[in-house]
T-cell receptor, first 110, second 114 residues
Framework: QKEVEQDPGPLSVPEGAIVSLNCTYS??????FMWYRQYSRKGPELLMY????GNKEDGRFTAQVDKSSKYISLFIRDSQPSDSATYLC??????????FGSGTRLQVQP | DSGVTQTPKHLITATGQRVTLRCSPRSGDLSVYWYQQSLDQGLQFLIHYYNGEERAKGNILERFSAQQFPDLHSELNLSSLELGDSALYFC?????????????FGPGTRLLVL
C-alpha cells in the first residue's frame, strides 16, 4: 500500500464548477501538506502549503487538512480552463523528502 | 518560471550507458533536491543536498549518484542505464534547511533509454 493515495482521475468539469481533489495518507508522521499543480511537460508548481489540521484559503483555492482522518483536500472555486492540469498532493514529515500522491488529472471544459 | 534551471531538457541514450544531469538552483538557495517521475512510480524523492553535503536519501539506486558543488549547482549521475530508468528527472531547490520550506521545481530533464 502506498503512503499517499490519490485518485488519478481524469476529472472533467464544466467551467465555473467547484472542484474537489483529495488525498489520503497512512503515515501519521506527516506534518506538512502541499498541493502542486503540474502542466503537461512542466515542473510541479506549488499552489498551497499547510501545516497541521485546518483550512487555508488563497484566492479561488482552499486547502483542508484533517489529520485525525489522515485526509487532505483542495477545493477550486469558479474553475477555469486554465486550471486544467495534474494536481499532486505532497507531504513531508519534516525531513524535506516530499512524498507525492500519484496526481489527479483535471480537465475544465469551456 | 521557478528560477531553477536544468540541462539538458531531453536526453536519449542506450542501455548500459552513463549520463549526467545538471541543475542550477534559484539564486541564493542552498538546498537542492532530486526527484524522479515515472508513469508507474509517480514522483519520487531521490536525494537532498544542502550546501555541498548530503542530507537525506530516498529510494535512489546504487547506480545513481549525486553531488553539489561549491557554486551550489548539482549533478545527478546515472550509470549502467536500464530501460526502466526512462523518466522525467526534476531538480528542486529551497533557500535554507527550515522545516516545511517551499521547494521550487525546475522544468525537468526527460531521459529516454533505448
Amino acid at each position: 500500500q502506498k503512503e499517499v493515495e490519490q485518485d488519478p482521475g481524469p476529472l472533467s468539469v464544466p467551467e465555473g464548477a467547484i472542484v474537489s481533489l483529495n488525498c489520503t495518507y497512512s503515515n501519521s508522521a506527516f506534518q506538512y501538506f502541499m498541493w502542486y499543480r503540474q502542466y503537461s511537460r512542466k515542473g510541479p508548481e506549488l499552489l498551497m502549503y499547510t501545516y497541521s489540521s485546518g483550512n487555508k484559503e488563497d484566492g479561488r483555492f482552499t486547502a483542508q487538512v484533517d489529520k485525525s482522518s489522515k485526509y487532505i483536500s483542495l477545493f477550486i472555486r469558479d474553475s477555469q480552463p486554465s486550471d486544467s492540469a495534474t494536481y499532486l498532493c505532497a507531504m513531508d514529515t519534516g525531513r524535506r523528502a516530499l512524498t507525492f500522491g500519484s496526481g489527479t488529472r483535471l480537465q475544465v471544459q469551456p | 518560471d521557478s528560477g531553477v534551471t536544468q540541462t539538458p531538457k531531453h536526453l536519449i541514450t542506450a542501455t548500459g550507458q552513463r549520463v549526467t544531469l545538471r541543475c542550477s538552483p534559484r539564486s541564493g538557495d542552498l538546498s537542492v533536491y532530486w526527484y524522479q517521475q515515472s508513469l508507474d512510480q509517480g514522483l519520487q524523492f531521490l536525494i537532498h543536498y544542502y550546501n555541498g553535503e548530503e542530507r537525506a536519501k530516498g529510494n535512489i539506486l546504487e547506480r545513481f549518484s549525486a553531488q553539489q558543488f561549491p557554486d551550489l549547482h548539482s549533478e545527478l549521475n546515472l550509470s549502467s542505464l536500464e530501460l526502466g530508468d526512462s523518466a522525467l528527472y526534476f531538480c528542486a531547490s529551497s533557500a535554507l534547511l527550515s522545516v516545511g520550506e517551499t521547494q521550487y521545481f525546475g522544468p525537468g530533464t526527460r531521459l529516454l533509454v533505448l
